[in-house]
C-alpha cells in the first residue's frame, strides 16, 4: 500500500519537476541594450509589447519569483509569446539606449522609471509607454500568469490589475 501511494505521489510530482527551465536561458531573452530597436523587433515578431524585470543582485524576493515561477516552463511560453522578456539591474552601470532613443545605463533607467524595490516588473506598449507596474514578488504562478494576461489583453485600459484580478 505504501507504495503505491509513493507511487501515486511521484506521477503528480514528476511532471511539475520536468516542467522547470533555467529562467536565464528560457525566460530572459539576451538584450541588445537598445530598447528603440527592440520595439520594432517586438512589432515585427506581432508581440504586444516588452516585459523588464528589475532586480539587484541578492535579492531575496528576485531569486524566489526565478527559482518558483520563472522557471516554470508554462509561464516562459506565456511570457514570451506575448513579450520580448529583459532583466534589468537597477544598480547596472550597462549603457543602453531607453526607448526614446536616448542614451542611459541600466541604473539611471530605472531611477527614471520610479523604480524604488525590487522585483518591479513593468510592461511597456509597442510605442514605449509603460502600461503596468508590478512591484514586489508575485504571490504564485497563477498570479502572474494572471498578469501577463491582463496585459496580453489589453485589460490595463479598462481597471487596475487588483479589479481585474478580482473578476477572475
Known amino acids: 500500500m505504501r507504495q503505491l501511494l509513493i507511487a501515486f505521489v511521484m506521477l503528480f510530482a514528476l511532471p511539475s519537476w520536468a516542467e522547470t527551465r533555467d529562467p ?17 523587433m517586438a512589432k515585427q515578431q506581432g508581440k504586444k509589447g516588452i516585459f523588464l524585470f528589475f532586480e539587484m543582485d541578492d535579492c531575496p524576493f528576485c531569486a524566489r519569483m526565478k527559482s518558483t515561477i520563472l522557471n516554470q516552463a508554462d509561464v516562459q511560453d506565456a511570457y514570451r509569446t506575448n513579450f520580448l522578456v529583459y532583466t534589468i539591474d537597477v544598480n547596472g552601470d550597462t549603457q543602453m539606449t531607453d526607448f526614446q532613443g536616448r542614451e542611459t545605463t541600466e541604473k539611471v533607467f530605472a531611477f527614471e522609471n520610479r523604480v524604488r524595490a525590487t522585483p518591479t516588473m513593468l510592461f511597456f506598449d509597442l510605442d514605449g509607454k509603460m502600461v503596468t507596474r508590478f512591484t514586489g514578488p508575485a504571490r504564485d504562478k497563477a498570479e502572474f500568469l494572471l498578469l501577463g494576461k491582463y496585459v496580453a489583453e489589453g485589460a490595463y485600459a479598462g481597471q487596475p490589475f487588483t479589479k481585474y484580478k478580482q473578476g477572475k
Open 24 to 40: 536565464t536561458n528560457h525566460f530572459f531573452q539576451p538584450k541588445f541594450g537598445d530598447f528603440k530597436a527592440e520595439l520594432d
